[in-house]
């Protein structure tokens, strides 16, 4: 899926004076932010603070209030543009009843993968995330670790140029996140963009650059070096708070 | 192609799921067998106490089909009438045959009336020797059509929407509340394909459903049928698509398999009223009217039409066109309602 002309002009995602309302409920505050081609960018704030919703617009399943969002260089909510982004829900979206080699052959097909090359790539994603032995147990007795990988596997299937992955890690051994943030930084590498949430702060740290959100407001953008320091302190953690006006 | 995929995921997981497999395929069929065997039976014997009665009527009723008890008191008949063991006693007061009914149950009560009519009344009022009886023709049906036979066809209908109404309505609710449904709007799945996909993946086992319930009523029951077996799948399978395409839009509408149970005292149980099954003829001009909403009503008619009046395709094609027009009206409001997952 490399190589779409679009995709050249302007790679990475654009998010500009972006609002979210559902109701009378604002959700996302005047979010302009940039993630740069092959960074990892991770979105950093605690529940309810507005990430997912973020990933979403940027995903094109929601079309912000106000605001524009793209994706390189194309303006999202953009049907064709699904297939150059590879999307991990927060919540494992499988199908229960059908065995994990079914669940990917299906989601390889839908986005546009068949015969040799789904093969292949089926092969390869599993091999990467440590499935490959377990492909014709149904879902329904997978552990929710297995079920993560599984989704990411499935994120990955079709080698998108953008990859948003919602709380990716979570309920994941620390080796095997050991060797999936490997393969994140081989992926970015190689020329994938890579938007993530997460709310563990060691987590936050392996990422290029970080956004931290808070109450639907970006409240600060930076490397997490950079960030730690200009804050002044010594954690994320504790740089969290200052720019979010707990502490001075 | 992406429909196509989807159709054989939603195959495959039906496979997987013998229990609604069953329920879909084989509940009908034990609910029409059920049926049959409560009102295919033989008429009704009533048991009637005489209480010094003469010989010749007791005789009579005998002849007519009732259970002939006698006693030896009004006292004891009564007795036995609140005890349930009678319909109806019989006695005579200065020659005037009085009847006591149980009365209960108002068609019990009309079989009594019924016979002693045909038994007490004929002395008195004997046919005049020179008036032949009447000779009796049927434009549709016969003399031993039963009940069944007439409401057969639409307990064909009823069953048919009712059971792929809430699997299919179900299933696609699953979709929802298991977020694969969010997950499949960020491939490039269109909102029609989905749609599509789901019309289809279900259509085929509908389509299984219509065949085998319809085979099972003629076939196996031995439903009245006078027109062509073909017209009969026709519509059953026409009127699942609705069933099929009403469940899957509804779904939108529920939070929970618990809230789409819901929908079965406000979309399917007014619908069984106003299906044919009972009459509506008493009811007030602008209520009748409401039937002409309801997808069932025009499913009923055309399985009446064919199954006890024999009637071809000009009779029921303009039920037909109703039901195909429903379904798309559904599938496209489906469409629409998918934009709660995505915009485009």
Not at chain 1, 25 to 30: A, E, G, H, M, P
Not at chain 1, 112 to 135: D, H, M, P, S, Y
Request: glycine share 8%; with cysteine.
């Amino acid at each position: 899926m490399h190589g779409e002309q679009t995709s050249q002009l302007q790679p990475g995602i654009k998010v500009i004076h972006v609002d979210k309302k559902f109701g009378k409920v604002s959700v996302l505050k005047d979010i302009t932010m940039e993630v740069k081609a092959n960074e990892i960018f991770g979105l950093l704030g605690p529940s309810g603070s507005g990430k997912t919703t973020l990933v979403k617009l940027i995903a094109g399943m929601a079309e912000p209030s106000n605001g524009e969002v793209y994706v390189s260089g194309v303006r999202m909510p953009n049907l064709n543009m699904l297939n150059n982004i590879g999307y991990m829900a927060q919540s494992d979206a499988l199908y229960s009843e059908l065995t994990a080699l079914e669940n990917l052959a299906f989601f390889a097909a839908l986005v546009g993968l068949n015969g040799a090359v789904r093969k292949q790539r089926i092969e390869e994603v599993t091999q990467l995330v440590n499935l490959a032995n377990f492909l014709k147990r149904p879902i329904a007795t997978y552990s929710g670790g297995m079920k993560r990988r599984l989704s990411l596997a499935i994120a990955l299937l079709h080698r998108p140029e953008i990859l948003i992955l919602d709380e990716p890690t979570v309920g994941i051994d620390p080796v095997l996140r050991k060797s999936i943030w490997d393969e994140l930084r081989n992926l970015s590498q190689s020329g994938t963009t890579i938007l993530l949430t997460t709310h563990v702060m060691d987590e936050a740290e392996k990422c290029t650059r970080l956004g931290m959100i808070r109450d639907g407001r970006l409240i600060a953008v930076g490397a997490p070096d950079e960030l730690k320091q200009s804050a002044g302190s010594q954690s994320l953690e504790d740089a969290f708070l200052v720019y979010g006006g707990v502490r001075k | 192609m992406r429909v196509r995929s989807l159709i054989l995921r939603i195959v495959r997981q039906f496979f997987r799921d013998k229990r609604t497999l069953a329920l879909m395929i084989l509940a009908p069929l034990l609910i029409l067998w059920l049926v049959a065997l409560i009102f295919n039976g033989n008429t009704y014997h009533p048991k009637i106490g005489a209480v010094d009665i003469p010989r010749q009527i007791v005789t009579r009723l005998v002849n007519q089909g009732a259970v002939v008890e006698s006693y030896s008191s009004n006292a004891a008949a009564l007795n036995a009438l609140s005890l349930q063991k009678l319909d109806a006693a019989i006695s005579f007061a200065d020659g005037v045959p009085h009847i006591t009914l149980e009365g209960s149950n108002p068609s019990k009560s009309k079989t009594v009336l019924l016979l002693a009519q045909k038994v007490l009344l004929q002395p008195a009022n004997p046919m005049p020797s020179q008036m032949q009886p009447p000779v009796i023709r049927y434009l549709y049906g016969s003399a031993n059509m039963s009940s069944f036979d007439n409401f057969g066809p639409v307990l064909i209908g009823v069953f048919a929407f009712f059971f792929v109404f809430l699997i299919a309505g179900i299933a696609f609710l699953k979709e929802r509340t298991t977020g694969t449904l969010e997950r499949l709007m960020a491939t490039p799945l269109r909102r029609w394909e989905m749609v599509a996909g789901y019309v289809v993946g279900y259509g085929i086992f509908t389509m299984i459903q219509a065949c085998l319930i319809a085979w099972f009523s003629v076939g196996v029951l031995g439903m009245m049928m006078n027109g062509q077996f073909l017209y009969l799948l026709l519509v059953t399978l026409l009127l699942s698509m609705t069933a099929l395409t009403l469940g899957t839009l509804l779904s939108a509408f529920a939070n929970s398999e618990f809230q789409m149970m819901q929908f079965i005292p406000i979309v399917i149980v007014p619908q069984i009223f106003f299906s044919g099954l009972f009459s509506v003829d008493n009811m007030a001009p602008w209520m009748r009217r409401l039937s002409e909403i309801m997808p069932l009503y025009y499913g009923a008619d055309a399985l009446r039409n064919v199954m006890i009046r024999g009637k071809g395709f000009l009779a029921i094609w303009p039920d037909l066109c109703v039901l195909l027009a429903m379904s798309l009206v559904f599938m496209a409001l489906n469409v629409f309602a998918l934009r709660k997952y995505r915009k485009i």
